[in-house]
Nanobody, 126 residues
Framework: QVQLVESGGGLVQAGGSLRLSCAAS????????MGWFRQPSGKERVFVTA????????HYANSVKGRFTISRDNAKNMVYLQMNSLKPEDTALYYCAAMTKGRAVPVVAAPEYNYWGQGTQVTVSS
């Protein structure tokens, strides 16, 4: 099974940028479709974006479309989330997730993902 570790979170002012990284170990990342989810304090975990195993297809939540970009480097076993034009409502604990590849399009449902990281906190000040 694959282990996931997120990094890159922090405190940033509104309008700023952050890049989150998700490092995979224990199994080659090319076997997995990947997703990013976030959970604001006291709220449910929600879908942010996902990418198929080979990067051929991506999908974004409407709330981040045009501001966030997911990418992956299978050779490095890494997945990235570039976040631009950050807003205070983007404040949350961000999770990287993996699911065994095989779907034609990225999956948005959290229960479909088998493996999760511990999360990295992103805080956007106004």
């Amino acid at each position: 099974q694959v282990q996931l570790v997120e990094s890159g979170g922090g405190l940033v002012q509104a309008g700023g940028s952050l890049r989150l990284s998700c490092a995979a170990s224990g199994h080659t990342l090319s076997n997995y479709d990947m997703g990013w989810f976030r959970q604001p304090s006291g709220k449910e975990r929600v879908f942010v974006t996902a990418i198929t195993w080979n990067g051929s297809s991506t999908h974004y939540a409407n709330s981040v479309k045009g501001r966030f970009t997911i990418s992956r480097d299978n050779a490095k076993n890494m997945v990235y989330l570039q976040m631009n034009s950050l807003k205070p409502e983007d404040t949350a604990l961000y999770y990287c997730a993996a699911m065994t590849k095989g779907r034609a399009v990225p999956v948005v449902a959290a229960p479909e993902y088998n493996y999760w990281g511990q999360g990295t906190q992103v805080t956007v000040s106004s």
